[in-house]
Structure formats: structure tokens, C-alpha cells
């Protein structure tokens, strides 16, 4: 299909406007509508297993997932998709839209992803900043995934590729750290020590997820998966994923 290392040289360069920056702020906010609180992504199964039981092993599980799942999954892609939507390129949208799908190792992973994006679509239709196919833009995907909607969000407010990718990634690493504030005995301060810890990474992520080719993604996350799909059986649990 595609690779980006080329894709956004120029764009690497430039500026982020004020209003781009507030418009991503936005995007990112815990408080934005969406219910991302409700889920946390296979971690609840991981605490409940024993699998992660303090901060040290949080942060390591969260490095664990951040290189090999976000890095080679959701972050390479919300580029590809952020271009689609620059190109107007319903084709291109549906594919990866689709890809993310495939990659979805879990039904509770895939709802989320589906329930989130349907969620983003309908407070963007409320606020009509949804695609308009009569105004040159590409078609939204009949089950649109949430990285596809945010992709679609992030063009919209004119925020460049890579600070695309960087909201993204610590919207991510928030809800994370806050699912483990409510499910493990972490303190909120704990929570702040491993923001340090990781926001260098989430730039390295960044870094990496922009030079992959094509088939050099997909996740590879068995333990998360594992852990996903015995969440689904648990018998108390805090959230839906």
C-alpha cells in the first residue's frame, strides 16, 4: 500500500497552530464523550490473573504493549489513515479500517474498537464535523474503528501526522494508568511516575511507528490477548474490556 517514511518529511517540519493544538487537546481529553473510561484494553484481566501486580510490573506490562502493540498496530495506521483522509481515498480508509478489524485478537477488543469509533462518529455528527461526501471527502467506513474516526477527527482539525500520533499514544497511556488506579492499589502519584517513565517512549514509538513498511505491522501480543479473552468470563470486573 504504502509507507511513510517519505509520507510526512514535509510535514514533520512544520508548525502546529494554536487552534490545531486546542483542537487535539480536545480530541484527547479523559472528559471527551466517548466512554473510553469503560474499558481497559485486556489490563483488568492482567491484575486479576496476577500477572501484574504493583507499579514495576504496571510499567512493564505498558512497555510491553506500547512496543508491540501500538507501535506496530494502532499508531502505523492512524497514519495511513490520517493520509487517506488528506487524499480524500475512500479505498485506502476501508482497507485499514478493515486491517484494525483483522487485528483484533478478542470480541471484547474488536466491540471496543467499534464502539468507540461509533461513539466518536455521533459526537462528531453533533458537532457537523462529521465526512460530507458533497464537500470532496471520503467516505466513512460502513463499521468505522476508532482509530479510523480519530484519524478522520485529526485531519479534520488540521493537526499534522506525527502530533497525531503522539495524542493518540498518551491518550492511550492516561486511560491505562487511570483503569490501574481504579482496579490496583496505585496511587495517583505512582500513576505520575510511570508518565515520566513513558513519555520518552511514546516519542521512540512515534519514531518507529512512521518508518515501518507496510508488511512490517501487526501486533504481536499473545499475553494480552490471552488475558483478553479470559476477561470476558470473569466473574467481577470493573470494565468491559
Given at each position: 500500500?504504502?509507507?511513510?517514511?517519505?509520507?510526512?518529511?514535509?510535514?514533520?517540519?512544520?508548525?502546529?497552530?494554536?487552534?490545531?493544538?486546542?483542537?487535539?487537546?480536545?480530541?484527547?481529553?479523559?472528559?471527551?464523550?466517548?466512554?473510553?473510561?469503560?474499558?481497559?484494553?485486556?489490563?483488568?484481566?492482567?491484575?486479576?490473573?496476577?500477572?501484574?501486580?504493583?507499579?514495576?510490573?504496571?510499567?512493564?506490562?505498558?512497555?510491553?504493549?506500547?512496543?508491540?502493540?501500538?507501535?506496530?498496530?494502532?499508531l502505523?495506521?492512524?497514519?495511513?489513515?490520517?493520509?487517506?483522509?488528506?487524499?480524500?481515498?475512500s479505498?485506502s480508509?476501508?482497507?485499514?479500517?478493515?486491517?484494525?478489524?483483522?487485528?483484533?485478537?478478542?470480541?471484547?477488543?474488536?466491540?471496543?474498537?467499534?464502539?468507540?469509533?461509533?461513539?466518536?462518529?455521533?459526537?462528531?455528527?453533533?458537532?457537523?464535523?462529521?465526512?460530507?461526501?458533497?464537500?470532496?471527502?471520503?467516505?466513512?467506513?460502513?463499521?468505522?474503528?476508532?482509530?479510523?474516526?480519530?484519524?478522520?477527527?485529526?485531519?479534520?482539525?488540521?493537526?499534522?501526522?506525527?502530533?497525531?500520533?503522539?495524542?493518540?499514544?498518551?491518550?492511550?497511556?492516561?486511560?491505562?494508568?487511570?483503569?490501574?488506579?481504579?482496579?490496583?492499589?496505585?496511587?495517583?502519584?505512582?500513576?505520575?511516575?510511570?508518565?515520566?517513565?513513558?513519555?520518552?517512549?511514546?516519542?521512540?514509538?512515534?519514531?518507529?511507528?512512521?518508518?515501518?513498511?507496510?508488511?512490517?505491522?501487526?501486533?504481536?501480543?499473545?499475553?494480552?490477548?490471552?488475558?483478553?479473552?479470559?476477561?470476558?468470563?470473569?466473574?467481577?470486573?470493573?470494565?468491559?474490556?
Amino acid at each position: 500500500m504504502m509507507t511513510i517514511t517519505t509520507m510526512h518529511t514535509n510535514e514533520q517540519a512544520s508548525t502546529v497552530s494554536d487552534l490545531a493544538l486546542l483542537g487535539l487537546m480536545q480530541l484527547i481529553s479523559p472528559a471527551l464523550p466517548i466512554g473510553a473510561f469503560a474499558w481497559s484494553q485486556g489490563l483488568e484481566s492482567a491484575f486479576e490473573l496476577g500477572w501484574v501486580n504493583n507499579e514495576q510490573e504496571l510499567g512493564e506490562w505498558l512497555e510491553g504493549v506500547l512496543a508491540d502493540g501500538l507501535t506496530r498496530c494502532e499508531l502505523p495506521v492512524l497514519a495511513r489513515l490520517h493520509t487517506g483522509w488528506a487524499n480524500s481515498d475512500s479505498e485506502s480508509i476501508a482497507y485499514w479500517n478493515e486491517w484494525i478489524h483483522a487485528n483484533r485478537e478478542t470480541s471484547e477488543l474488536g466491540d471496543e474498537d467499534i464502539r468507540l469509533g461509533l461513539a466518536l462518529v455521533r459526537l462528531l455528527t453533533s458537532l457537523d464535523l462529521e465526512p460530507k461526501a458533497g464537500q470532496g471527502h471520503a467516505q466513512l467506513p460502513d463499521e468505522p474503528g476508532y482509530v479510523t474516526v480519530f484519524a478522520w477527527a485529526a485531519y479534520q482539525r488540521h493537526i499534522p501526522i506525527r502530533q497525531s500520533l503522539l495524542g493518540f499514544a498518551w491518550a492511550w497511556l492516561e486511560n491505562q494508568l487511570a483503569a490501574a488506579c481504579k482496579a490496583l492499589p496505585l496511587g495517583h502519584t505512582a500513576a505520575q511516575r510511570l508518565n515520566e517513565q513513558l513519555r520518552p517512549q511514546l516519542v521512540a514509538a512515534v519514531d518507529t511507528a512512521l518508518m515501518l513498511d507496510d508488511e512490517e505491522l501487526g501486533p504481536i501480543m499473545p499475553s494480552l490477548a490471552l488475558g483478553s479473552a479470559q476477561h470476558e468470563t470473569q466473574y467481577s470486573r470493573l470494565f468491559r474490556s
